[in-house]
């Protein structure tokens, strides 16, 4: 269902995107810094809520409106304590790095500060690491990290300080997220990103869904 969803999401986005706009022959590049709110959902949103997240994303236009585009998010997630017994979920961070190609309404070039929409369909990693000092069993996608930290040797709760007792583990997935925003030209070479991006995360027969929207800087430049 989730994956039919997207499917349906960039067959519109991509058919709106190609009835507008002329065509470009110059070949552009940005590069964009970006903050956001990162926004859990299903299980994990029981034991975080919405974060910060840090983006940088650079592109380069190739063939008039199709680029490729490569992004990076660091996310340290908020971890709700007033649930059930996750105060004893220390911290937990997430970085993604993910990379594919941008359509865009139009081409972008230095002499015209016409906005362009653009949609992007990217594929790459995920990466979370969480900090945990529990037993008690945690849903999602955190909670597939937190069962690494429940091997316990025998009698661990005689000496709470004991060397074996874990702290720390660290998850991966394999993501898939479109993307579709809009590029701003305030003036010259300035660029302002408006975006916004779900993620489907894969993980061991499981699939996570988290949103991420930002506001971007950036500049951009040519290649011709």
Known sequence: MRLS????FLSIALGLLFLCGPTHSQNGTTGRVALGAFVPTGDDSDVSSTSVVVQLTGDVQI???????????WVPINLESTVGQT??????RQVSAL???RFASSGIEASDNTPVAYVSARLGFS???VSSD???SVPGWIGRAVEKNQ???PNWEEDRNSKWRPRRATENAFVLSPRVGILL?????????LSIAPSFLFDGGEVTTQVVATFGFGLFGTID
Request: hydrophobic fraction near 35%.
């Open 5 to 8: 969803t997207a499917n349906g």
């Open 63 to 73: 063939f008039e409106r199709i680029g490729i585009e490569g992004e990076f998010n």
């Open 87 to 92: 105060s004893t979920l220390i911290e937990a």
């Open 99 to 101: 990379g594919g190609l």
């Open 127 to 129: 990466r979370l690491a």
């Open 134 to 136: 529990t037993t008690t």
């Open 151 to 153: 091997k316990f040797p």
């Open 185 to 193: 030209r305030p003036r010259g070479s300035a660029v302002i990103d």
